[in-house]
């Protein structure tokens, strides 16, 4: 006759799709006993794992039925109440970044609407009022940054021998970053499986000299998916920052976004509303809308949450961008980068609150 504990160890190859963690270790597993022949499960997920929850009971029940003595198995399956704080919603688990203070995500459910301007531009207005920045490119299969901090050709220096090994950011702009763009060829695919990401994303986190910062600024991947389910289930945030265009399709996907880190209890920090409008550099009074206008506006004031900043579309944001110098630095006297700056002083609140 099996034991408790060793059907329990039977279930600790089972994980959680997103993260890749066990969910032993996740504590999604509340409850098991044995009854006669009878195995009794409460199992307690949060919203976001709803959509795994067919192939956790079948999971538990393969493993289960078959070992000696268990014939059949009851389960009692309950939603965890998403809290800022709760464990239940994140994981038992967030680790911390020593000397890293305040970690601000900036992400949307949509692909290309800005994103990684935003995060790299809001970090280097939050370095310009004069606190400690760190960038960590979190989108592995398209990382950006060192192009658009202009350090695709450097190589970070490691230090430390085996477990020990740690990864130096690079020093660009007045900010920390780490990207994957830094560790591969620049035209080189990524495949990686959803696991391996966490890892990864792990890795930039905690074994990477951030040193001391006032604020790490992670730039996410379009979508609700393992990136953002990693990030959110391994350090704790003060909030996210979500970037959509005006346009319903952009607002769709945006709210999907917002939604998502709402299941897992992350703050919204705010939506920065980029694309707003397009003013032609030889009749710059002239605002045409290109994408419609006030999404930005709508979906913060459906969240609730402030519209910390418009940006127009403005050439010298993408030149900023392709040249490796952003806007914010290098034409730190157009709209744009007025924008970022309020956008950064509108967070301030957020990032002096987390400052010890
Ligand atoms: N306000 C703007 N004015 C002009 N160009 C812009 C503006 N915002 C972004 N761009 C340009 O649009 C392109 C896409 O921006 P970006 O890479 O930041 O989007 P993203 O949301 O991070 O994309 P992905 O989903 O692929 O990560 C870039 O070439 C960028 O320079
Ligand atoms: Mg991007």
Redesign the pocket.
């Known amino acids: 006759m099996v034991t408790a504990e060793a059907a329990r160890q039977a279930l600790a190859d089972l994980r959680d799709a997103g993260s890749g963690r066990s969910l032993l270790d996740l504590g999604w597993l509340a409850n098991l006993r044995l009854q006669g022949d009878r195995a009794l499960i409460d199992l307690v997920l949060p919203g976001f794992a709803a959509s795994q929850r067919d192939a956790i009971v079948a999971g538990v029940r393969e493993r289960l039925v078959g070992l000696e003595g268990i014939a059949s198995v009851q389960f009692e399956l309950r939603d965890a109440p998403a809290s800022p704080a709760g464990p239940s919603a994140t994981g038992p688990t967030l680790q911390a970044i020593p000397g890293v203070r305040t970690v601000i995500a900036v992400s949307?459910g949509k692909?290309?609407?800005?994103?990684?301007?935003v995060a790299v531009n809001l970090a280097c207005a939050l370095a310009a009022e004069g606190l400690r920045v760190g960038l960590l490119d979190a989108?592995i299969y398209?990382p950006?940054a060192p192009l658009m901090l202009g350090v695709a050709d450097r190589t970070p220096a490691v230090s430390g021998s085996g477990d020990g090994q740690r990864l130096e950011p690079i020093e660009t702009c007045g900010l920390a970053m780490v990207s994957m763009g830094l560790l591969i060829g620049p035209d080189q695919p990524v495949i990686w499986r959803g696991p391996m990401l966490n890892g990864i994303i792990r890795q930039f986190l905690y074994q990477v000299e951030w040193g001391e910062r006032d604020v790490l600024v992670v730039d996410l991947?379009?979508g609700t998916g393992d990136a953002q389910l990693s990030l959110a289930q391994a350090v704790p945030m003060a909030g996210v920052v979500i970037?959509t265009t005006p346009q319903q399709v952009a607002l769709q996907d945006a709210r999907r976004g917002l939604a998502m880190f709402r299941q897992m209890g992350i703050p919204i920090l705010g939506v920065v509303e980029?694309?707003s409008w397009f003013s032609p550099p030889d009749l710059p009074d002239r605002r045409y809308a290109i994408f419609g206008s006030d999404g930005g506006q709508t979906l913060a004031a459906e969240a609730g949450v402030p519209l910390l900043a418009r940006?127009?579309?403005?050439l010298p944001?993408?030149e900023g961008?392709?040249s490796g110098r952003p806007v914010t630095l290098a034409r730190p006297d157009s709209a744009?980068a007025v924008a970022f700056r309020d956008a950064a002083r509108a967070l301030s609140p957020t990032t002096a609150g987390q400052a010890a």
């Open positions: 949307s692909g290309g609407v800005g994103k990684s301007t989108d398209g950006n991947p379009p970037v980029n694309m940006i127009p579309i403005e944001v993408q961008g392709d744009a």
